[in-house]
């Protein structure tokens, strides 16, 4: 008999973790709990801080206009124009980090909207190396900026599809090298992934490459690969800000850090699983998925962003 109550006890257990296993996990309440996000002791982005747009490539004008909706729309003054849900309460999610630390606050850090470069004739050519990012990075104003490198959907860059979407990072600031100072710049890449992986870089906004197999929706401002582009630039501000220079907040290695939106992958709103964005708002004039409004009438897709306070994936809706 013991013999037999030992074997049931077995079965019971390996059934109930196999029937736990095949349960669509809440990213927002379970998992992500357990993570422990870490401060690394180094700056975060401070200050007023210009988004500088560089557009390499082919960019229509309307494809710009919901870029820099977007940043605008940051902005925290804007709150009181634009609908809820907003962009601007989404941005808000940033200032828990800053928060957290006595010498920071959540008012030391003001985006604002920049310079725009345009480099519609490839001068780099079609396909683009990390360094010619750099490169590109380079061109925008390189104190108290980020600036934001852009590439249309004709133009591959390493590492593009097969293993990012996007990256930011920072380099040191080469007027002030002259002049005897040692400072950095951070800056931002993003690719339009429409004509090249949008399974990949712009879900889900189109059909996963892998994985469950659910209709894409459909994309707030009617363009797969710009709404992408927004997602992914959201994910990299967030991070940009509270990661800029590789020892602020993050989890895991430093050479592939989770950080403020990376440690929610593909939650947007609650009850979201893989495969599964969550419960989203819809537009009824055209069935559009979205979860902040911005400025001008926009809709946005945003990740969630981690929240150092309660070990979780916050999401607008």
Not at 130 to 136: A, F, G, M, N
Request: charged share 10%; hydrophobic share 35%.
């Amino acid at each position: 008999m013991a013999k037999l109550y030992l074997l049931l006890v077995v079965l019971f257990y390996l059934v109930s973790h196999i029937l736990a296993a095949s349960q669509p996990t809440d990213l927002t309440h379970s998992t992500q709990n357990e993570m422990l996000f870490q401060y690394h002791n180094g700056p975060l982005l401070s200050g007023k801080i210009s988004v500088n747009l560089i557009w390499y490539g082919k960019f229509t004008p309307t494809q710009r206009a919901i870029i820099t909706d977007f940043i605008t729309s940051l902005s925290s003054s804007s709150s009181s124009k634009t609908a809820q849900p907003s962009v601007a309460t989404w941005w808000k999610g940033t200032h828990k980090y800053y928060n957290l630390l006595r010498h920071h606050s959540s008012s030391s850090l003001s985006l604002t909207m920049g310079a725009h470069i345009s480099d519609q004739r490839y001068s780099l050519g079609k396909s683009l190396t990390s360094r010619q990012i750099l490169q590109l990075a380079s061109r925008g104003g390189q104190s108290y900026a980020v600036n934001v490198v852009l590439t249309s959907d004709d133009v591959a860059v390493d590492g593009f599809c097969r293993s990012r979407c996007g990256t930011h990072g920072f380099s040191s600031n080469v007027a002030h090298l002259r002049g005897g100072k040692n400072e950095k710049f951070t800056y931002i890449w993003v690719g339009n992934s429409e004509t090249q992986c949008p399974g990949h870089c712009a879900w889900p906004f189109h059909q996963p490459i892998y994985g469950p197999q659910s209709p894409p929706l459909v994309a707030p401002n009617n363009d797969v690969g710009l709404d992408g582009m927004v997602m992914n630039l959201a994910s990299l501000l967030a991070a940009t800000v509270t990661n800029p220079f590789g020892n602020g907040y993050y989890q895991g290695p430093k050479e592939a850090p989770l950080e403020a939106a990376s440690a929610c992958p593909g939650v947007y709103g609650k009850g979201a699983y893989p495969g599964y964005a969550g419960d989203l708002l819809v537009d009824p004039t055209n069935g559009a998925s979205y979860n902040a409004n911005g400025l001008n009438g926009r809709k946005y897709l945003l990740p969630a962003l981690f929240d150092p306070s309660t070990s979780s994936c916050s999401t607008l809706v």
